[in-house]
Protein backbone atom coordinates (compact mmCIF):
# COMPACT_ATOMS: atom_id res chain seq x y z
CA UNK A 1 0.00 0.00 0.00
CA UNK A 2 1.56 3.31 -1.14
CA UNK A 3 1.63 6.45 1.45
CA UNK A 4 -0.63 8.39 -0.32
CA UNK A 5 -3.01 5.48 -0.10
CA UNK A 6 -2.67 5.35 3.49
CA UNK A 7 -2.66 8.78 4.22
CA UNK A 8 -5.93 8.77 2.02
CA UNK A 9 -7.36 5.80 4.48
CA UNK A 10 -6.37 7.56 7.77
CA UNK A 11 -7.59 10.97 6.57
CA UNK A 12 -10.79 9.46 6.30
CA UNK A 13 -10.17 7.12 9.65
CA UNK A 14 -9.92 10.40 11.49
CA UNK A 15 -12.93 12.13 10.34
CA UNK A 16 -14.62 9.12 10.99
CA UNK A 17 -13.25 8.87 15.03
CA UNK A 18 -13.44 12.54 15.50
CA UNK A 19 -16.58 12.15 17.74
CA UNK A 20 -14.67 9.03 19.14
CA UNK A 21 -13.77 10.12 22.93
CA UNK A 22 -10.60 9.11 24.69
CA UNK A 23 -8.71 9.75 27.49
CA UNK A 24 -5.44 11.30 27.55
CA UNK A 25 -2.62 9.81 26.67
CA UNK A 26 1.43 10.30 27.59
CA UNK A 27 2.93 9.37 24.21
CA UNK A 28 7.45 8.65 24.92
CA UNK A 29 9.73 9.41 21.88
CA UNK A 30 10.65 5.57 21.69
CA UNK A 31 6.50 4.80 21.78
CA UNK A 32 5.76 0.89 20.83
CA UNK A 33 3.01 2.12 18.54
CA UNK A 34 6.00 2.93 16.15
CA UNK A 35 6.90 -0.48 16.17
CA UNK A 36 3.94 -1.70 14.21
CA UNK A 37 4.79 -2.78 10.85
CA UNK A 38 3.20 -1.62 7.43
CA UNK A 39 2.57 -4.99 6.56
CA UNK A 40 0.69 -5.91 9.39
CA UNK A 41 -3.09 -6.50 9.11
CA UNK A 42 -3.88 -6.34 12.83
CA UNK A 43 -2.11 -4.55 15.39
CA UNK A 44 -2.87 -3.67 18.89
CA UNK A 45 -1.23 -1.23 21.87
CA UNK A 46 -2.05 -0.79 25.10
CA UNK A 47 -0.75 0.39 28.17
CA UNK A 48 -0.25 -2.00 31.07
CA UNK A 49 -0.68 0.84 33.83
CA UNK A 50 -3.34 3.09 34.57
CA UNK A 51 -4.47 4.06 37.56
CA UNK A 52 -8.15 4.72 37.27
CA UNK A 53 -8.55 0.97 36.67
CA UNK A 54 -6.08 0.28 39.59
CA UNK A 55 -9.52 -0.89 41.36
CA UNK A 56 -9.11 -4.33 39.43
CA UNK A 57 -6.18 -5.17 40.88
CA UNK A 58 -8.40 -5.45 44.25
CA UNK A 59 -10.87 -8.10 42.26
CA UNK A 60 -7.73 -10.07 40.70
CA UNK A 61 -6.04 -10.59 43.59
CA UNK A 62 -9.52 -11.94 44.49
CA UNK A 63 -9.11 -14.61 41.99
CA UNK A 64 -5.82 -15.23 42.84
CA UNK A 65 -6.08 -15.76 46.51
CA UNK A 66 -8.89 -17.78 45.51
CA UNK A 67 -6.84 -19.88 43.21
CA UNK A 68 -4.14 -20.22 45.77
CA UNK A 69 -6.55 -21.26 48.75
CA UNK A 70 -8.34 -24.14 46.26
CA UNK A 71 -4.66 -25.74 45.24
CA UNK A 72 -6.84 -26.70 42.59
CA UNK A 73 -3.35 -26.88 40.37
CA UNK A 74 -1.47 -29.62 42.37
CA UNK A 75 -5.12 -31.35 42.81
CA UNK A 76 -5.21 -31.50 39.11
CA UNK A 77 -1.71 -32.57 39.01
CA UNK A 78 -1.79 -34.99 41.47
CA UNK A 79 -5.26 -36.52 40.13
CA UNK A 80 -3.08 -37.34 36.94
CA UNK A 81 -0.37 -38.46 38.32
CA UNK A 82 -2.09 -41.23 40.55
CA UNK A 83 -3.12 -42.73 37.68
CA UNK A 84 -0.27 -43.14 36.14
CA UNK A 85 2.08 -46.64 36.11
CA UNK A 86 5.09 -45.86 37.72
CA UNK A 87 7.13 -45.35 34.76
CA UNK A 88 4.99 -42.71 33.29
CA UNK A 89 4.52 -41.07 36.78
CA UNK A 90 8.48 -40.70 36.35
CA UNK A 91 8.50 -39.16 33.38
CA UNK A 92 5.78 -36.76 34.41
CA UNK A 93 7.81 -35.37 37.29
CA UNK A 94 10.75 -35.35 35.17
CA UNK A 95 8.97 -32.93 32.47
CA UNK A 96 7.17 -30.78 35.32
CA UNK A 97 10.71 -30.16 36.94
CA UNK A 98 12.27 -29.58 33.38
CA UNK A 99 9.49 -27.01 32.73
CA UNK A 100 9.52 -25.75 36.44
CA UNK A 101 13.61 -25.17 35.85
CA UNK A 102 13.68 -23.48 32.69
CA UNK A 103 10.94 -21.11 33.50
CA UNK A 104 12.51 -20.01 37.38
CA UNK A 105 14.30 -17.38 36.03
CA UNK A 106 11.18 -16.02 35.17
CA UNK A 107 10.08 -12.62 37.52
CA UNK A 108 6.90 -13.09 37.50
CA UNK A 109 6.04 -9.84 39.88
CA UNK A 110 7.95 -7.91 37.06
CA UNK A 111 5.44 -9.12 34.16
CA UNK A 112 2.78 -7.42 36.06
CA UNK A 113 4.70 -4.09 35.67
CA UNK A 114 4.48 -4.06 32.03
CA UNK A 115 4.23 -0.72 30.75
CA UNK A 116 3.80 -1.20 27.61
CA UNK A 117 2.54 -3.86 25.12
CA UNK A 118 2.23 -3.84 21.25
CA UNK A 119 0.86 -7.16 19.22
CA UNK A 120 0.98 -7.09 15.59
CA UNK A 121 -0.01 -10.16 12.93
CA UNK A 122 0.28 -10.30 9.66
CA UNK A 123 -0.25 -13.45 7.12
CA UNK A 124 2.62 -14.99 4.68
CA UNK A 125 1.42 -17.85 2.93
CA UNK A 126 -0.29 -20.40 5.11
CA UNK A 127 1.21 -18.71 8.00
CA UNK A 128 -0.08 -16.35 10.53
CA UNK A 129 2.81 -14.42 11.91
CA UNK A 130 3.34 -13.06 15.03
CA UNK A 131 5.08 -9.96 16.74
CA UNK A 132 5.05 -9.09 19.99
CA UNK A 133 6.81 -5.87 21.75
CA UNK A 134 6.31 -5.49 26.05
CA UNK A 135 8.21 -2.86 28.05
CA UNK A 136 8.82 -4.85 31.16
CA UNK A 137 10.92 -3.03 34.04
CA UNK A 138 13.81 -3.57 36.22
CA UNK A 139 15.29 -6.86 34.31
CA UNK A 140 11.63 -8.42 33.41
CA UNK A 141 12.56 -8.05 30.37
CA UNK A 142 15.79 -10.29 30.46
CA UNK A 143 14.46 -12.69 33.11
CA UNK A 144 11.49 -13.63 30.46
CA UNK A 145 13.90 -14.11 27.49
CA UNK A 146 15.94 -16.44 29.65
CA UNK A 147 12.92 -18.19 30.71
CA UNK A 148 11.54 -18.47 27.09
CA UNK A 149 14.94 -19.78 25.82
CA UNK A 150 15.41 -22.80 28.02
CA UNK A 151 11.89 -23.63 26.78
CA UNK A 152 13.64 -22.94 23.27
CA UNK A 153 16.66 -25.12 24.54
CA UNK A 154 14.18 -28.07 26.08
CA UNK A 155 12.33 -28.59 22.78
CA UNK A 156 16.10 -28.63 20.83
CA UNK A 157 17.22 -31.24 23.32
CA UNK A 158 13.49 -33.06 22.74
CA UNK A 159 14.39 -33.42 19.10
CA UNK A 160 17.66 -34.39 19.28
CA UNK A 161 19.09 -31.94 17.61
CA UNK A 162 16.80 -31.85 14.68
CA UNK A 163 15.73 -28.55 15.90
CA UNK A 164 18.73 -26.38 16.91
CA UNK A 165 18.84 -23.22 19.23
CA UNK A 166 20.32 -20.61 16.59
CA UNK A 167 21.18 -16.55 17.52
CA UNK A 168 21.57 -13.99 15.02
CA UNK A 169 21.92 -10.36 15.56
CA UNK A 170 18.71 -8.42 13.83
CA UNK A 171 18.78 -4.57 14.32
CA UNK A 172 21.17 -4.71 17.10
CA UNK A 173 19.13 -6.90 19.13
CA UNK A 174 20.56 -10.76 19.90
CA UNK A 175 17.54 -13.16 18.53
CA UNK A 176 17.49 -16.04 19.95
CA UNK A 177 15.25 -18.95 18.06
CA UNK A 178 14.60 -22.54 16.70
CA UNK A 179 15.71 -23.24 13.67
CA UNK A 180 13.27 -24.92 11.77
CA UNK A 181 14.57 -27.83 9.30
CA UNK A 182 14.63 -26.74 5.55
CA UNK A 183 11.86 -29.23 4.41
CA UNK A 184 9.38 -27.16 6.50
CA UNK A 185 7.76 -25.10 4.04
CA UNK A 186 6.45 -22.22 5.96
CA UNK A 187 7.96 -19.48 7.38
CA UNK A 188 7.50 -19.94 10.98
CA UNK A 189 10.76 -19.15 13.38
CA UNK A 190 10.10 -18.78 16.81
CA UNK A 191 12.45 -16.05 18.36
CA UNK A 192 13.48 -14.43 21.59
CA UNK A 193 15.86 -11.40 22.22
CA UNK A 194 15.53 -8.33 24.28
CA UNK A 195 16.14 -3.91 23.62
CA UNK A 196 16.60 -2.39 26.68
CA UNK A 197 13.63 -3.09 28.72
CA UNK A 198 11.49 -4.76 25.69
CA UNK A 199 10.85 -8.04 25.55
CA UNK A 200 10.46 -9.21 21.68
CA UNK A 201 8.87 -12.38 20.68
CA UNK A 202 8.26 -13.32 16.98
CA UNK A 203 7.89 -16.03 14.95
CA UNK A 204 9.51 -14.63 12.15
CA UNK A 205 12.74 -12.85 12.03
CA UNK A 206 12.05 -10.65 8.82
CA UNK A 207 8.92 -9.66 10.81
CA UNK A 208 10.37 -8.73 13.81
CA UNK A 209 13.44 -6.73 11.82
CA UNK A 210 10.54 -4.59 10.57
CA UNK A 211 9.34 -3.88 13.72
CA UNK A 212 12.69 -3.34 15.70
CA UNK A 213 13.90 -0.87 12.30
CA UNK A 214 10.57 1.25 13.19
CA UNK A 215 11.98 1.65 16.71
CA UNK A 216 15.25 3.20 16.14
CA UNK A 217 14.02 4.88 13.16
CA UNK A 218 10.26 5.96 13.52
CA UNK A 219 8.45 6.61 10.39
CA UNK A 220 8.50 10.27 8.38
CA UNK A 221 4.24 9.09 8.73
CA UNK A 222 3.76 8.59 12.09
CA UNK A 223 3.94 4.50 12.51
CA UNK A 224 1.14 2.54 12.17
CA UNK A 225 -0.66 2.80 16.04
CA UNK A 226 0.31 6.47 16.15
CA UNK A 227 -1.97 7.35 13.14
CA UNK A 228 -4.78 5.26 15.16
CA UNK A 229 -3.80 7.55 18.34
CA UNK A 230 -3.69 10.59 16.13
CA UNK A 231 -7.16 10.23 15.19
CA UNK A 232 -8.95 11.31 18.64
CA UNK B 1 -6.06 0.07 24.45
CA UNK B 2 -5.96 0.93 20.73
CA UNK B 3 -6.35 -1.85 18.22
CA UNK B 4 -6.24 -1.26 14.08
CA UNK B 5 -7.65 -4.14 11.63
CA UNK B 6 -7.25 -3.70 8.18
CA UNK B 7 -9.42 -5.69 6.07
CA UNK B 8 -7.71 -4.47 2.87
CA UNK B 9 -4.06 -5.73 3.87
CA UNK B 10 -5.74 -9.30 5.34
CA UNK B 11 -7.16 -10.54 2.57
CA UNK B 12 -4.54 -9.48 0.36
CA UNK B 13 -1.99 -11.53 2.37
CA UNK B 14 -4.94 -14.29 1.95
CA UNK B 15 -4.32 -14.50 -1.50
CA UNK B 16 -0.63 -15.68 -0.63
CA UNK B 17 -2.40 -19.42 0.56
CA UNK B 18 -3.45 -19.91 -3.05
CA UNK B 19 -0.18 -18.96 -4.64
CA UNK B 20 1.54 -21.03 -1.91
CA UNK B 21 -0.36 -24.42 -2.93
CA UNK B 22 0.53 -23.40 -6.36
CA UNK B 23 4.06 -23.45 -5.53
CA UNK B 24 4.57 -26.52 -3.17
CA UNK B 25 2.08 -28.74 -5.53
CA UNK B 26 4.71 -28.16 -8.74
CA UNK B 27 1.75 -27.92 -11.55
CA UNK B 28 -0.90 -30.65 -9.98
CA UNK B 29 -4.20 -29.63 -12.40
CA UNK B 30 -6.06 -30.88 -8.97
CA UNK B 31 -4.12 -28.20 -6.99
CA UNK B 32 -5.19 -25.97 -9.65
CA UNK B 33 -8.55 -25.94 -9.72
CA UNK B 34 -8.84 -25.88 -5.82
CA UNK B 35 -6.21 -23.10 -5.60
CA UNK B 36 -8.92 -21.50 -7.79
CA UNK B 37 -12.19 -21.75 -6.38
CA UNK B 38 -9.84 -20.95 -3.29
CA UNK B 39 -9.19 -17.32 -4.87
CA UNK B 40 -12.16 -16.77 -5.72
CA UNK B 41 -13.63 -17.37 -2.09
CA UNK B 42 -10.88 -15.17 -1.16
CA UNK B 43 -12.42 -12.44 -3.49
CA UNK B 44 -15.62 -12.97 -2.57
CA UNK B 45 -14.95 -12.50 1.17
CA UNK B 46 -12.97 -9.10 0.52
CA UNK B 47 -15.50 -6.49 1.68
CA UNK B 48 -14.21 -5.15 5.04
CA UNK B 49 -11.89 -2.15 4.86
CA UNK B 50 -11.01 -1.74 8.50
CA UNK B 51 -12.20 -1.30 11.70
CA UNK B 52 -9.59 0.84 14.61
CA UNK B 53 -10.90 0.30 18.53
CA UNK B 54 -10.40 2.16 21.54
CA UNK B 55 -10.59 0.52 24.48
CA UNK B 56 -10.46 3.21 27.58
CA UNK B 57 -11.93 3.83 31.09
CA UNK B 58 -14.37 5.73 32.89
CA UNK B 59 -14.83 5.15 37.06
CA UNK B 60 -16.08 1.93 36.69
CA UNK B 61 -16.90 1.19 33.71
CA UNK B 62 -14.60 0.02 30.79
CA UNK B 63 -15.99 1.43 27.35
CA UNK B 64 -14.70 0.19 23.78
CA UNK B 65 -15.52 2.71 20.95
CA UNK B 66 -14.93 1.53 17.25
CA UNK B 67 -15.44 2.74 13.73
CA UNK B 68 -15.15 0.23 10.89
CA UNK B 69 -16.33 0.74 7.17
CA UNK B 70 -17.05 -2.05 4.64
CA UNK B 71 -14.68 -1.61 1.33
CA UNK B 72 -16.21 0.65 -1.29
CA UNK B 73 -17.28 -2.52 -3.88
CA UNK B 74 -17.96 -4.90 -1.22
CA UNK B 75 -21.86 -4.21 -2.50
CA UNK B 76 -20.12 -6.85 -5.40
CA UNK B 77 -18.99 -9.47 -3.88
CA UNK B 78 -20.99 -12.52 -1.68
CA UNK B 79 -19.76 -11.22 2.06
CA UNK B 80 -20.87 -7.66 1.14
CA UNK B 81 -24.22 -9.14 -0.77
CA UNK B 82 -24.69 -11.23 2.65
CA UNK B 83 -24.44 -8.45 5.21
CA UNK B 84 -25.57 -4.87 3.93
CA UNK B 85 -28.94 -5.82 2.57
CA UNK B 86 -29.77 -6.43 6.58
CA UNK B 87 -32.49 -4.36 8.00
CA UNK B 88 -31.54 -2.60 11.17
CA UNK B 89 -33.68 -2.41 14.12
CA UNK B 90 -35.59 1.31 13.85
CA UNK B 91 -37.22 0.72 17.46
CA UNK B 92 -35.50 -1.78 19.41
CA UNK B 93 -36.57 -0.90 23.00
CA UNK B 94 -40.01 -2.41 21.86
CA UNK B 95 -38.38 -5.85 21.49
CA UNK B 96 -36.81 -5.81 24.91
CA UNK B 97 -39.27 -6.07 27.94
CA UNK B 98 -38.77 -4.54 31.13
CA UNK B 99 -37.47 -7.43 33.48
CA UNK B 100 -35.41 -9.09 30.54
CA UNK B 101 -32.31 -10.33 32.09
CA UNK B 102 -30.22 -10.63 28.78
CA UNK B 103 -31.14 -9.77 24.83
CA UNK B 104 -29.35 -9.84 21.88
CA UNK B 105 -30.99 -8.32 18.68
CA UNK B 106 -28.94 -8.77 15.78
CA UNK B 107 -29.19 -7.75 11.52
CA UNK B 108 -27.13 -10.79 11.07
CA UNK B 109 -26.40 -11.83 7.32
CA UNK B 110 -28.59 -13.45 5.27
CA UNK B 111 -26.82 -17.07 3.63
CA UNK B 112 -28.83 -16.88 0.16
CA UNK B 113 -26.02 -14.94 -1.75
CA UNK B 114 -23.23 -17.66 -0.66
CA UNK B 115 -25.55 -20.64 -0.99
CA UNK B 116 -26.35 -19.22 -5.01
CA UNK B 117 -22.44 -18.32 -4.97
CA UNK B 118 -21.49 -22.33 -3.73
CA UNK B 119 -24.18 -23.76 -6.43
CA UNK B 120 -23.17 -22.11 -9.36
CA UNK B 121 -18.88 -21.65 -8.67
CA UNK B 122 -18.21 -25.29 -7.35
CA UNK B 123 -19.85 -27.36 -10.39
CA UNK B 124 -18.20 -25.08 -12.94
CA UNK B 125 -14.98 -25.32 -11.05
CA UNK B 126 -15.39 -29.08 -10.45
CA UNK B 127 -18.18 -31.16 -12.47
CA UNK B 128 -18.25 -34.22 -11.13
CA UNK B 129 -20.18 -32.83 -8.25
CA UNK B 130 -23.14 -32.43 -11.01
CA UNK B 131 -24.85 -35.27 -10.34
CA UNK B 132 -24.97 -35.25 -6.18
CA UNK B 133 -26.49 -32.16 -6.53
CA UNK B 134 -29.18 -33.14 -9.38
CA UNK B 135 -30.31 -35.97 -6.57
CA UNK B 136 -30.07 -33.11 -4.01
CA UNK B 137 -32.08 -31.51 -6.17
CA UNK B 138 -34.71 -33.84 -6.62
CA UNK B 139 -34.54 -35.49 -3.11
CA UNK B 140 -35.92 -31.58 -2.65
CA UNK B 141 -38.80 -31.92 -4.88
CA UNK B 142 -39.31 -35.48 -4.08
CA UNK B 143 -39.67 -34.38 -0.08
CA UNK B 144 -41.17 -30.44 -1.42
CA UNK B 145 -39.30 -28.84 0.27
CA UNK B 146 -36.49 -26.68 -1.49
CA UNK B 147 -33.20 -25.38 0.92
CA UNK B 148 -33.11 -21.64 -1.49
CA UNK B 149 -36.53 -21.31 -1.70
CA UNK B 150 -38.10 -22.75 1.48
CA UNK B 151 -35.18 -21.97 4.08
CA UNK B 152 -32.95 -19.25 2.61
CA UNK B 153 -35.33 -16.98 1.44
CA UNK B 154 -37.90 -17.65 3.90
CA UNK B 155 -35.47 -16.29 6.47
CA UNK B 156 -33.35 -13.25 5.82
CA UNK B 157 -31.14 -13.53 8.84
CA UNK B 158 -32.09 -10.87 11.39
CA UNK B 159 -32.73 -12.25 14.54
CA UNK B 160 -33.42 -11.33 18.19
CA UNK B 161 -33.57 -13.77 21.16
CA UNK B 162 -35.28 -12.05 24.63
CA UNK B 163 -34.03 -14.30 28.20
CA UNK B 164 -36.49 -13.68 31.21
CA UNK B 165 -36.08 -14.47 34.77
CA UNK B 166 -37.19 -18.38 34.50
CA UNK B 167 -38.18 -21.01 37.60
CA UNK B 168 -34.98 -21.94 40.12
CA UNK B 169 -33.97 -25.29 39.91
CA UNK B 170 -31.74 -27.44 42.03
CA UNK B 171 -29.10 -25.84 39.58
CA UNK B 172 -29.89 -22.41 39.95
CA UNK B 173 -32.19 -20.11 38.29
CA UNK B 174 -33.18 -20.81 34.98
CA UNK B 175 -34.44 -18.30 32.15
CA UNK B 176 -37.11 -18.33 29.79
CA UNK B 177 -36.05 -17.53 26.62
CA UNK B 178 -37.56 -16.06 23.17
CA UNK B 179 -36.08 -16.20 20.00
CA UNK B 180 -37.73 -14.26 17.17
CA UNK B 181 -36.41 -14.86 13.55
CA UNK B 182 -37.51 -12.60 10.46
CA UNK B 183 -39.23 -14.71 8.37
CA UNK B 184 -40.58 -13.44 4.87
CA UNK B 185 -42.68 -16.55 4.29
CA UNK B 186 -44.99 -17.42 7.43
CA UNK B 187 -47.92 -19.36 5.91
CA UNK B 188 -45.62 -21.38 4.16
CA UNK B 189 -42.78 -21.96 6.55
CA UNK B 190 -46.19 -23.00 9.10
CA UNK B 191 -47.49 -25.60 6.66
CA UNK B 192 -43.84 -26.95 6.21
CA UNK B 193 -44.06 -27.54 10.02
CA UNK B 194 -47.07 -28.92 9.84
CA UNK B 195 -45.90 -31.50 7.63
CA UNK B 196 -42.70 -31.74 9.66
CA UNK B 197 -44.68 -32.69 12.88
CA UNK B 198 -47.02 -34.66 10.78
CA UNK B 199 -44.21 -36.62 8.80
CA UNK B 200 -42.62 -37.33 12.46
CA UNK B 201 -45.88 -38.72 14.31
CA UNK B 202 -45.32 -41.80 11.22
CA UNK B 203 -42.53 -42.70 13.30
CA UNK B 204 -43.37 -45.44 15.41
CA UNK B 205 -40.60 -44.44 18.40
CA UNK B 206 -41.68 -40.53 18.13
CA UNK B 207 -45.07 -41.54 18.05
CA UNK B 208 -44.95 -43.30 21.59
CA UNK B 209 -43.29 -39.81 22.55
CA UNK B 210 -46.80 -38.42 22.26
CA UNK B 211 -45.50 -35.62 20.10
CA UNK B 212 -48.31 -33.20 18.65
CA UNK B 213 -48.96 -29.27 18.24
CA UNK B 214 -52.00 -27.76 19.96
CA UNK B 215 -53.11 -24.22 19.39
CA UNK B 216 -51.86 -21.67 22.51
CA UNK B 217 -55.30 -20.76 24.01
CA UNK B 218 -55.44 -16.41 23.42
CA UNK B 219 -52.33 -16.50 21.54
CA UNK B 220 -53.77 -15.85 17.89
CA UNK B 221 -51.31 -18.02 15.61
CA UNK B 222 -49.41 -19.47 18.45
CA UNK B 223 -48.63 -23.33 18.57
CA UNK B 224 -47.32 -24.94 21.76
CA UNK B 225 -45.66 -28.41 20.90
CA UNK B 226 -46.28 -31.50 22.86
CA UNK B 227 -44.09 -34.22 23.36
CA UNK B 228 -43.89 -36.63 26.88
CA UNK B 229 -39.70 -36.15 27.37
CA UNK B 230 -40.81 -32.65 27.46
CA UNK B 231 -43.43 -32.23 29.88
CA UNK B 232 -40.62 -34.22 31.77
CA UNK B 233 -38.28 -31.62 31.74
CA UNK B 234 -40.81 -28.96 32.21
CA UNK B 235 -40.58 -27.35 29.00
CA UNK B 236 -43.79 -26.25 27.42
CA UNK B 237 -41.81 -24.36 23.66
CA UNK B 238 -44.20 -22.44 21.65
CA UNK B 239 -43.95 -21.38 18.18
CA UNK B 240 -45.80 -19.23 15.80
CA UNK B 241 -45.75 -16.42 13.78
CA UNK B 242 -46.49 -12.63 14.30
CA UNK B 243 -45.41 -9.15 12.45
CA UNK B 244 -43.14 -10.57 9.80
CA UNK B 245 -40.99 -12.56 12.90
CA UNK B 246 -41.52 -16.15 13.41
CA UNK B 247 -41.00 -16.36 17.42
CA UNK B 248 -40.13 -19.67 18.91
CA UNK B 249 -40.68 -19.50 23.29
CA UNK B 250 -39.67 -21.44 25.97
CA UNK B 251 -43.39 -20.99 27.60
CA UNK B 252 -46.08 -19.37 26.74
CA UNK B 253 -45.55 -16.24 29.36
CA UNK B 254 -42.23 -15.56 27.66
CA UNK B 255 -43.66 -15.02 24.60
CA UNK B 256 -46.98 -13.25 25.97
CA UNK B 257 -44.34 -10.55 27.96
CA UNK B 258 -42.27 -10.01 24.57
CA UNK B 259 -45.80 -9.36 22.48
CA UNK B 260 -46.75 -7.09 25.40
CA UNK B 261 -43.74 -4.50 24.94
CA UNK B 262 -43.49 -5.10 21.62
CA UNK B 263 -47.12 -3.84 21.28
CA UNK B 264 -46.36 -1.32 23.90
CA UNK B 265 -48.98 -2.72 26.16
CA UNK B 266 -46.02 -3.08 29.15
CA UNK B 267 -42.87 -1.57 29.75
CA UNK B 268 -39.57 -2.01 28.66
CA UNK B 269 -36.22 -2.37 29.64
CA UNK B 270 -34.77 0.52 28.16
CA UNK B 271 -36.93 2.74 30.17
CA UNK B 272 -35.43 1.55 33.49
CA UNK B 273 -32.75 2.06 35.71
CA UNK B 274 -30.47 -0.91 34.22
CA UNK B 275 -30.30 0.86 31.23
CA UNK B 276 -29.30 4.39 32.04
CA UNK B 277 -26.79 2.87 34.09
CA UNK B 278 -24.12 2.07 31.33
CA UNK B 279 -24.84 5.55 29.79
CA UNK B 280 -25.45 4.71 26.02
CA UNK B 281 -26.99 7.35 23.76
CA UNK B 282 -28.79 5.64 21.50
CA UNK B 283 -30.33 7.31 19.11
CA UNK B 284 -32.01 6.17 15.52
CA UNK B 285 -31.64 2.59 14.42
CA UNK B 286 -29.52 0.19 15.60
CA UNK B 287 -27.71 -2.74 13.34
CA UNK B 288 -27.22 -5.16 16.95
CA UNK B 289 -27.70 -4.25 20.39
CA UNK B 290 -27.29 -6.84 23.14
CA UNK B 291 -27.17 -6.64 26.93
CA UNK B 292 -25.40 -9.46 28.82
CA UNK B 293 -26.35 -9.71 32.64
CA UNK B 294 -22.43 -11.17 33.06
CA UNK B 295 -22.65 -10.81 37.01
CA UNK B 296 -25.23 -13.19 37.73
CA UNK B 297 -24.85 -15.24 34.55
CA UNK B 298 -20.72 -16.08 36.71
CA UNK B 299 -23.15 -16.26 39.65
CA UNK B 300 -25.75 -18.77 38.23
CA UNK B 301 -22.53 -20.53 36.60
CA UNK B 302 -20.53 -20.61 40.11
CA UNK B 303 -23.61 -22.37 41.83
CA UNK B 304 -24.17 -24.70 39.77
CA UNK B 305 -20.45 -25.83 39.18
CA UNK B 306 -21.03 -25.90 42.96
CA UNK B 307 -23.85 -28.02 42.99
CA UNK B 308 -22.79 -30.42 40.46
CA UNK B 309 -19.46 -31.04 42.71
CA UNK B 310 -21.64 -32.45 45.51
CA UNK B 311 -23.92 -34.41 43.69
CA UNK B 312 -21.73 -35.62 40.67
CA UNK B 313 -19.17 -37.45 42.63
CA UNK B 314 -22.12 -39.58 44.35
CA UNK B 315 -23.77 -40.30 41.36
CA UNK B 316 -20.52 -41.13 39.53
CA UNK B 317 -19.57 -43.90 42.57
CA UNK B 318 -23.38 -45.37 42.04
CA UNK B 319 -22.54 -45.99 38.86
CA UNK B 320 -18.75 -46.87 39.24
CA UNK B 321 -20.42 -49.84 41.88
CA UNK B 322 -22.12 -51.44 39.10
CA UNK B 323 -19.27 -50.95 36.16
CA UNK B 324 -16.05 -53.36 36.02
CA UNK B 325 -12.57 -53.46 33.82
CA UNK B 326 -11.28 -50.20 32.31
CA UNK B 327 -14.88 -48.33 32.07
CA UNK B 328 -14.71 -48.34 36.02
CA UNK B 329 -11.12 -47.10 36.13
CA UNK B 330 -12.19 -44.82 33.70
CA UNK B 331 -14.92 -43.59 36.01
CA UNK B 332 -12.75 -43.08 38.65
CA UNK B 333 -10.55 -40.46 37.54
CA UNK B 334 -13.46 -38.48 36.74
CA UNK B 335 -15.12 -39.14 39.94
CA UNK B 336 -12.19 -37.38 41.29
CA UNK B 337 -11.97 -34.70 38.64
CA UNK B 338 -15.73 -34.06 39.57
CA UNK B 339 -14.40 -33.54 43.23
CA UNK B 340 -12.61 -30.07 42.11
CA UNK B 341 -15.82 -28.47 40.54
CA UNK B 342 -16.75 -27.23 43.96
CA UNK B 343 -13.61 -25.03 43.89
CA UNK B 344 -13.46 -24.12 40.26
CA UNK B 345 -17.39 -23.13 40.81
CA UNK B 346 -15.88 -20.79 43.46
CA UNK B 347 -13.28 -19.27 41.22
CA UNK B 348 -15.28 -18.58 38.44
CA UNK B 349 -17.76 -17.42 41.30
CA UNK B 350 -14.72 -14.39 42.18
CA UNK B 351 -15.33 -13.16 38.56
CA UNK B 352 -18.55 -11.95 39.23
CA UNK B 353 -17.04 -8.28 39.57
CA UNK B 354 -17.92 -8.39 35.88
CA UNK B 355 -21.29 -6.85 36.64
CA UNK B 356 -23.15 -6.20 32.80
CA UNK B 357 -22.38 -5.41 29.33
CA UNK B 358 -23.72 -3.53 26.65
CA UNK B 359 -22.88 -3.30 23.19
CA UNK B 360 -24.63 -1.24 20.31
CA UNK B 361 -23.57 -1.05 16.72
CA UNK B 362 -25.29 1.77 14.76
CA UNK B 363 -24.68 3.00 11.06
CA UNK B 364 -21.58 5.43 10.68
CA UNK B 365 -21.89 8.62 9.10
CA UNK B 366 -19.99 7.56 6.06
CA UNK B 367 -21.64 4.88 3.52
CA UNK B 368 -20.70 1.86 4.34
CA UNK B 369 -19.53 2.67 7.73
CA UNK B 370 -20.76 1.47 10.95
CA UNK B 371 -19.75 2.61 15.33
CA UNK B 372 -20.32 0.05 17.66
CA UNK B 373 -20.02 1.28 21.66
CA UNK B 374 -19.47 -1.40 24.09
CA UNK B 375 -19.15 -0.71 28.01
CA UNK B 376 -18.81 -3.55 31.16
CA UNK B 377 -19.78 -2.33 33.68
CA UNK B 378 -17.20 -3.25 37.30
CA UNK B 379 -18.73 -3.83 40.72
CA UNK B 380 -16.58 -1.55 42.61
CA UNK B 381 -14.25 -3.48 45.26
CA UNK B 382 -15.21 -2.46 49.10
CA UNK B 383 -12.64 -0.15 50.13
CA UNK B 384 -10.01 -1.90 52.21
CA UNK B 385 -10.22 0.99 55.35
CA UNK B 386 -13.96 0.08 56.04
CA UNK B 387 -13.78 -3.34 57.11
CA UNK B 388 -17.66 -3.39 57.65
CA UNK B 389 -17.95 -3.13 54.14
CA UNK B 390 -15.87 -5.35 52.97
CA UNK B 391 -17.32 -7.70 55.80
CA UNK B 392 -20.69 -6.93 53.74
CA UNK B 393 -19.76 -7.57 50.81
CA UNK B 394 -17.64 -10.68 51.61
CA UNK B 395 -20.90 -11.70 53.34
CA UNK B 396 -23.27 -10.63 50.09
CA UNK B 397 -20.54 -12.64 47.50
CA UNK B 398 -20.62 -16.23 49.97
CA UNK B 399 -24.54 -15.62 49.52
CA UNK B 400 -24.47 -15.43 46.16
CA UNK B 401 -22.13 -17.88 45.55
Known sequence: ?232 | MHSFFDGKQLMSQLHEIPQFITRVSNGEPEAARITGLLTELINQCSAFDYEVNVRYTDGFQQRTAAYGKLSENAGETVLGRMLMNQQSYENWKSFVPADTVGFSLNSGCTLLPFYDWAMQEIPARFPEVKSGLEEFAARQDQFDIHVREDILQSFTGEFASVSLPGPVTPFGKRADSVLMLRCTEPEHIEELLHRGINALQEIPQVKQQGVAVEEVAGLDGFLQLKANALSMAQLDPVLGFKDGWMILGSKVSAVEAVLAAKSGEAPVWADGDRFSEFGLSIDGPVCSISFTNTGENIRAMSQAMQQLGIMAPMILGMIQGQTQGEGAEALQVVQELSGLLPSVGRIIGKLDFYDATMTVTQPGPETNSYVRNSVTLIRAPAAPADSDAAATEAKDTAEKN
Open chain 1, 1 to 232: MNQCCLRRRFTVLALGLGGLCLHALTVDAADLRDAAPPEAYMAIWATGQNPERDYLKVHEQAVWDEIAKSKIIEKSLQIVQSHMSDGDAAQFLAIKSSLQNALAPVQWDQLANASEVMYAQKMEGPTSLHLLMVRIPDDGAESLRQGIENLFRLASDASQGKLPVTTKNVEGVDLTYLQLPPEVPMTFQPAVGIKGDIFVFTTSLDFAQAGLELIDNPPQIPGLMIRVWLMH
